[in-house]
């Protein structure tokens, strides 16, 4: 079955900054790859996925980047702001078939220090 | 639109004793599902349940059951409690459960502690 690693597990930055997290996957079949963000005692929630189809999407200041050869797929968010501190979760999914869930990465603990 | 509610908020149990975890979703979604989240191990799914009267098992279904009792709801019971099950249990939905369109919306949570 899928299996998704995400790196790093901590990650501080300076307000202004620029974050990368990474998330490497093992199904080449998978083809649907969101992001979660969790703030401390909230609920997870999407803030932007990408199709498999697609190598790059942009939303303001976060971005999605996809490499489907080497199967991994990364978060970036620019101008790094206080409120960007949260829990950010990658997570992969194909269509269809008994591999049809999400399978989640074990998250990123971002803190953007002001 | 309330989204996806679950009750309890918070649940403290002694070993052995047993309860069921409720969700709701008022927004016509086909696909629900029940999660646990333990810290640095991500969101690990236990059931989940494809469409209205259908149930299968998720990575890690030892000592659950679930009822998909109707479309808009999905249970969790946990018949036997055990310390080795105090987490946070979410419970999400989406539209349909694969094909691009499973983008999964999150209740807020149950916070249970088995004593």
């Known amino acids: 079955g899928e299996n998704v690693e995400q790196h790093p597990s901590t990650l501080s930055v300076q307000e202004g900054d620029s974050a990368v997290i990474k998330c490497t996957y093992s199904d080449s079949a998978s083809n649907y790859f969101p992001w979660y963000k969790q703030e401390l005692g909230k609920r997870p929630q999407l803030i932007i996925d990408i199709r498999s189809n697609v190598g790059e999407k942009k939303d303001q200041r976060i971005a999605v980047t996809l490499n489907k050869t080497a199967k991994h797929f990364s978060l970036h968010i620019t101008e790094t702001q206080p409120e960007d501190s949260a829990v950010y979760f990658c997570a992969a999914s194909r269509d269809g078939g008994s591999q049809g869930n999400l399978i989640f990465g074990k998250g990123t603990k971002l803190s953007v220090k002001p | 639109n309330a989204g996806v509610t679950q009750t309890p908020k918070f649940q403290v149990l002694k070993t052995g004793q047993s309860m069921t975890l409720q969700c709701a979703q008022d927004?016509?979604?086909?696909?629900m599902y029940w999660y646990r989240q333990d810290p640095g191990m991500g969101l690990r799914l236990i059931y989940y349940s494809a469409s209205e009267g259908t149930t299968d098992k998720g990575e890690v279904p030892n000592g659950y059951n679930v009822s998909r009792l109707n479309k808009r709801e999905f249970s969790l019971r946990l018949e036997s409690a055990a310390p080795s099950q105090t987490s946070v249990y979410f419970c999400?939905?989406?539209?349909?459960?694969?094909?691009?369109?499973?983008?999964?919306?999150f209740g807020p949570g149950t916070r249970l502690t088995v004593l």
């Open positions: 927004m016509n979604h086909n696909s």
């Open positions: 999400a939905s989406s539209l349909i459960w694969a094909g691009g369109l499973n983008e999964q919306f």
